[in-house]
Structure formats: structure tokens, C-alpha cells
């Protein structure tokens, strides 16, 4: 039988095979912190590896023709009718001098504008006030324009972001001034006319006409 003491040794040395035993084992499992470790293989079916990330973009030019005109809701010559009346309208309102008839003034922005339009720049351009001041510091405006960019397009209607530059020649000092307008666009029949303007950081919707 045998004595305390020997059951003792049986059991340290049975602990110490055991030890060595995870030893051996942890010494050859890959440790997850190393980045240089790879990591277990995966037996599961349908879960390999990820695949690794493309270098390439997903949305790429393609070298296939691409025809933006046939996704508008109007021709290209539309289109560009419409950015043309926009510029010649942002030239002619930036335009005018102290010793012209107001309602010469107002009769040439209705040329281009819906009849909304036209009355509303009618009312400002022959208001007291404006031609007051126009008088009184001899102003001699002459404008010159060019689109940015097109801000919005719909079915009847095309907002513009028109830049206006103005030499002004003025009693209180000659300066020359660049303004940024967002021009609505709408059409009217077969023809279009000028729905709106306003600043272009205050912008609008560019609804179209009823």
C-alpha cells in the first residue's frame, strides 16, 4: 500500500506532466495580439476569409458615351435657350442711369420676365425712393453676365446661378461690384421667361408656373 508521502510525490509529478502539457500547447497556438501572427484556419463551410479591400473606386468613368440631355426633361437647345435668356436678363437688370426714364427701365425687364415678375420690378425700379437715390448720386450702371452654375431643373422651370459684374460710375465714387443671383427659368408655351431672382445665397424654389 502505498504511504501518504509516496501518493503525495504521484500526485506533483502527475501535476507537473500536466503543466508541461499546456505549456507545449500554448507555445503553439498563435497568439491573436501579434499582427504578424496569421490567424486560424476556418473549417466552417462558406466562411472563408473576408476578401481583401480594392484599391479601385466602385464609381469609375466608364470610356461609353454618356448623354446627359437624355435625362433632363427638356432638349439640349432648350436648355440652352434658357441659360442664354438668363444671362441677357441679369445684364439688362444690372444696367441702368439716373437720367433714363424709370419706366424705360421697368418696360425692358418686362420684355424678359413672366407679367408677375415684371410688375414687381415695375413697383421697385419706379419707386420714389430708388429713383431718388439714383438721381441724387448721377448712378451710370453698366452690367455684364455669365451662368456659374445650374442649381435645380425641373419639368417647366430651370433655376441658374448667374454671376452679374457692374461698373458703376457714381457721383460718390466709381466701383466695379460682382453679384451672384439664383435666376428662375420657367417655360411659358414654347417660349420661357424669367419666373424669379433673387440673391443667390437666399436662392429659391423655382416653382413653375400654374
Do not use: C, H
Request: glycine share 6%; aromatic share 8%; hydrophobic share 40%.
Amino acid at each position: 500500500m502505498a504511504q501518504p508521502g509516496d501518493r503525495r510525490g504521484m500526485a506533483f509529478a502527475a501535476i507537473v506532466v500536466v503543466i508541461a502539457a499546456v505549456g507545449i500547447y500554448l507555445t503553439m497556438w498563435p497568439d491573436p495580439e501579434d499582427p504578424a501572427t496569421p490567424g486560424p484556419a476556418t473549417t466552417s463551410a462558406g466562411s472563408g476569409n473576408p476578401p481583401a479591400a480594392s484599391s479601385t473606386p466602385l464609381a469609375t468613368a466608364s470610356a461609353a458615351p454618356f448623354d446627359v440631355y437624355s435625362y433632363l426633361p427638356m432638349t439640349k437647345e432648350q436648355l440652352a435657350a434658357a441659360a442664354d435668356l438668363a444671362e441677357r436678363f441679369t445684364a439688362a437688370y444690372g444696367t441702368f442711369r439716373y437720367d433714363e426714364d424709370p419706366a424705360a427701365y421697368a418696360a425692358r425687364m418686362k420684355a424678359y420676365t413672366t407679367a408677375e415678375l415684371g410688375n414687381d420690378l415695375t413697383r421697385s425700379i419706379t419707386s420714389a425712393a430708388t429713383v431718388e437715390q439714383n438721381r441724387n448720386d448721377q448712378i451710370v450702371s453698366t452690367a455684364t453676365a455669365r451662368l456659374k452654375e445650374i442649381r435645380q431643373v425641373d419639368r417647366t422651370s430651370i433655376v441658374f446661378v448667374v454671376a452679374g459684374t457692374r461698373q458703376v460710375d457714381a457721383k460718390s465714387g466709381d466701383k466695379q461690384l460682382t453679384e451672384e443671383y439664383a435666376v428662375t427659368v420657367s417655360q411659358l408655351g414654347a417660349d420661357w421667361r424669367i419666373f424669379d431672382i433673387r440673391p443667390a445665397t437666399v436662392g429659391q424654389d423655382g416653382d413653375p408656373l400654374e
